[in-house]
């Protein structure tokens, strides 16, 4: 069941239907639901997807090979492209043919770290070719300072080629709801306050269980799905997640004054000031 975001969706059907050239660089938070919106707007569409891999260079090459050979009206019997030229020089092919095509790159913060010089040989071609064409570009990813410096920021060779961007953030409230809707207003409260509107875990809800059951299988279970999900997520998103760890228990036992928090943890004060603040921005 799709929920929410109607005025993104709307957004890029517009562009969609502009039959212009489109870049749309969409980033936020893991689980928030960019996947599901790429989704949403490609089902009825003629188009490309791939999520791109924390792996090597060959394996990403690999796998967007395999999604523009076998998706689609492109369908080819070339197992892989020799290298990253090759590929996009395909893609001069198709936009010359004037055809509408999205192609849509998700986790693109790991395509570009397996191989640096993409970004710099996607601007080549939009530059080169891309513009005058039908293409819709959708470039997505889940680490926002990546996003922010490396494909939107004014260093970056991909810099003023977006013609939209979308930072998705969590439901709102009277978003999440249309996901809770078995319960009653309260209990639909203290739901959003506990999984902070974020639609992954919304969607674990179940509602068939009262609130306590849900909470205490999903957050409290070992084996719940959402138990190990705060550690995994800095593991994945901060440099030296223990120390923020740390940080995050002091705070749960109490220490709501810097110093307080900087004695618990054994940190500098200036320290956990700066990481405090890089919490708060992983959870925007």
């Not at 929410?4 to 059907?13: C, F, I």
């Not at 960019?34 to 260079?57: A, H, P």
Request: include cysteine; proline fraction near 3%; glycine fraction near 6%.
């Amino acid at each position: 069941m799709f929920v929410g975001r109607e005025r993104e969706l709307s957004k890029l059907n517009t562009m969609y239907h502009s039959n212009q050239f489109e870049v749309a660089v969409l980033y936020g938070r893991r689980r928030v639901g960019k996947t599901t919106l790429i989704r949403e707007f490609m089902k009825d569409k003629q188009g490309i997807y791939y999520i791109s891999v924390e792996g090597t260079k060959k394996e990403n090459l690999y796998g967007l090979s395999k999604a523009f050979l076998t998706q689609g009206e492109w369908k080819q019997t070339t197992a892989e492209f020799r290298d990253y030229e090759a590929l996009l020089e395909y893609i001069d092919s198709i936009a010359v043919s004037g055809e509408r095509m999205i192609i849509a790159i998700d986790e693109y913060p790991y395509l570009a770290a397996s191989y640096p010089a993409i970004s710099s040989m996607l601007q080549s071609h939009i530059d080169s070719c891309w513009k005058d064409s039908k293409l819709f570009l959708i470039l997505c990813g889940s680490s926002m300072s990546f996003m922010e410096e490396q494909v939107l920021g004014y260093k970056s060779p991909l810099y003023g080629r977006r013609t939209a961007q979308f930072k998705i953030h969590p439901f709102t409230f009277f978003e999440a709801r249309k996901m809770l809707e078995s319960f009653m207003p309260k209990q639909q409260a203290v739901l959003y306050g506990v999984t902070g509107g974020i639609p992954e875990y919304l969607s674990r809800i179940n509602n068939k269980l009262s609130i306590d059951e849900n909470i205490i299988q999903l957050f409290f279970d070992e084996s719940g799905r959402l138990f190990e999900e705060p550690v995994n997520l800095m593991k994945q998103e901060l440099k030296e997640p223990m120390t923020y760890h740390s940080i995050i228990s002091a705070i749960a036992s109490g220490a709501g004054k810097m110093n307080e928090i900087a004695t618990k943890t054994g940190l500098e004060t200036s320290g956990c000031s700066n990481q405090i603040a890089s919490l708060i921005f992983w959870r925007m």
